[in-house]
C-alpha cells in the first residue's frame, strides 16, 4: 500500500500564502506523475496542479496559473504546493496524488491511483 503524507494546511487572509507538502515512497516516483486535486463543500474534486516526476513538467488549471506553483524535491520524495495570492474561492480540501504511470491524462482523477488523507484550507475574505 503507497501511502502519501500531507501537510501545511490552514486559515489564512485573502491575499496571503500556504505552501503544501506532500511525501511519497521513493520507490513509486521514477515513472511517476503527482498532482494536487481539491474539494470544496457540494462540488466536485477538481484538477489544481500537476507535474511529471522525471521529465519536470508541469500543469495548471486556469483557475491558478499564476498563483500556484507546483514543485519537487527529489532527495526529500516531495512535491510542494506553493499557494500565494489566495482568494476565498480557493477554499477547500486539497489532496495529493500519484499516478503510477503517466498517460496523459493529468488533469483526471481516474489517473491516479494513490491519495492523500487531504488538508483543508480556508481562505478568509
Known amino acids: 500500500q503507497v501511502q502519501l503524507v500531507e501537510s501545511g494546511g490552514g486559515l489564512v487572509q485573502a491575499g496571503g500564502s500556504l505552501r503544501l507538502s506532500c511525501v511519497a515512497p521513493?520507490?513509486?516516483?521514477?515513472?511517476?506523475?503527482m498532482g494536487w486535486f481539491r474539494q470544496a463543500p457540494g462540488k466536485e474534486r477538481e484538477f489544481v496542479a500537476a507535474?511529471?516526476?522525471?521529465?519536470?513538467?508541469?500543469y495548471y488549471a486556469d483557475s491558478v496559473k499564476g498563483r500556484f506553483t507546483i514543485s519537487r524535491d527529489n532527495a526529500r520524495n516531495t512535491v510542494y504546493l506553493q499557494m500565494n495570492s489566495l482568494k476565498p474561492e480557493d477554499t477547500a480540501v486539497y489532496y495529493c496524488?500519484?499516478?503510477?504511470?503517466?498517460?496523459?491524462?493529468?488533469?483526471?482523477?481516474?489517473?491516479?491511483?494513490?491519495w492523500g488523507q487531504g488538508t483543508q484550507v480556508t481562505v478568509s475574505s
Open positions: 496524488a500519484l499516478g503510477a504511470y503517466y498517460s496523459g491524462r493529468y488533469y483526471d482523477t481516474k489517473e491516479y491511483d494513490y
Open positions: 521513493r520507490r513509486t516516483l521514477s515513472s511517476s506523475i
Open positions: 507535474i511529471i516526476w522525471s521529465a519536470f513538467i508541469t
